[in-house]
């Protein structure tokens, strides 16, 4: 490994260890090659999540997420500088990534600049294939697994780990103007935005996320057949990853209108314990 990617791969791993995210568990649960890439994708991800939640104006956040295309089209030609790139671009090649996916993400984070509302489920489902689903599918190519059975699954999960920042982030997300439950669903439960910016809720705001739970649980349960597909280190990453998301949405489940008064997230000693669970798997 020549010094310059070395030091690309170390940058990444400092992206995945200041994050607050799940990745950060990757360095103990992974065989060294495969946790270097997916700390690379990691990074790529958060680099485009970070362009899209800048308070800079709409119009210099669309101009860098342009930038952050044409960089990355050069960086997969083996042009990169950005030490993001230049380990994206190895990860991709060592990994036999499929490029879509990357291009999506970024498509995702564009989907998100130029919001407006989803009409329907099959168009939010869209969005999240694209911002979550698309990280998750290439995952599996880094993590050896090439069986297109995981495919469908692998998507479904993704689905619903956005589906449950959906859910978790209402209140913030509608502070920006951005609405993401699909316009037909709130019609028929009887909701509007107004509905979710106060502390108290309504019952058919509290009916409208009960379904929205009920949908995101049938997915946590299609998804959880990705793991048949892993080997034993992706397999625990993906189970920590599952049950993460899994045991948010349980609260949500429990007191639907719990999104309007806090942030729902587990608590340390509940990540400890789920941590030290698939650290003992053995299958």
């Not at 959906?166 to 316009?183: A, F, K, S, T």
């Not at 979710?196 to 058919?204: F, K, V």
Request: aromatic share 10%; net charge positive.
């Amino acid at each position: 490994m020549t010094p310059k990617l070395e030091a690309a791969f170390r940058a990444c791993r400092g992206v995945a260890r200041r994050s607050a995210s799940n990745f950060a568990c990757i360095d103990w649960l992974l065989p060294v090659d495969q946790r270097r890439g997916t700390e690379a994708l990691y990074s790529f991800a958060r680099r485009c999540d970070d362009i899209a939640d800048s308070p800079a104006p709409l119009d210099i956040r669309r101009e860098q997420l342009g930038r952050w295309r044409e960089q990355l089209r050069a960086g997969l030609a083996g042009q990169a500088e950005d030490p993001v790139l230049v380990a994206l671009a190895d990860t991709v090649s060592r990994f036999v990534v499929p490029q879509h996916l990357l291009w999506r993400i970024i498509d995702g984070v564009e989907m998100d600049l130029n919001h407006a509302s989803y009409a329907t489920y099959a168009e939010l489902r869209r969005y999240c294939e694209h911002v979550a689903s698309a990280v998750g599918l290439a995952c599996l190519s880094i993590w050896g697994c090439r069986d297109d059975e995981a495919i469908l699954p692998a998507a479904d999960c993704g689905v619903a780990f956005q589906l449950t920042n959906i859910l978790r982030d209402l209140q913030e997300d509608g502070r920006q103007e951005r609405v993401y439950l699909p316009h037909d669903e709130l019609a028929r439960f009887g909701c509007a935005p107004i509905d979710w910016l106060g502390q108290i809720g309504t019952d058919n705001l509290k009916r409208l996320l009960s379904f929205q739970c009920e949908r995101a649980a049938g997915l946590f349960d299609a998804g959880l057949r990705t793991e048949r597909y892993l080997d034993l280190g992706p397999k625990r990453v993906f189970r920590l990853m599952w049950t993460t998301y899994r045991g948010i949405l349980a609260q949500i489940e429990r007191d639907p209108l719990v999104v309007l008064r806090r942030r729902v997230r587990l608590r340390w000693p509940r990540k400890l314990w789920l941590a030290s669970q698939v650290f003992f798997m053995r299958s």
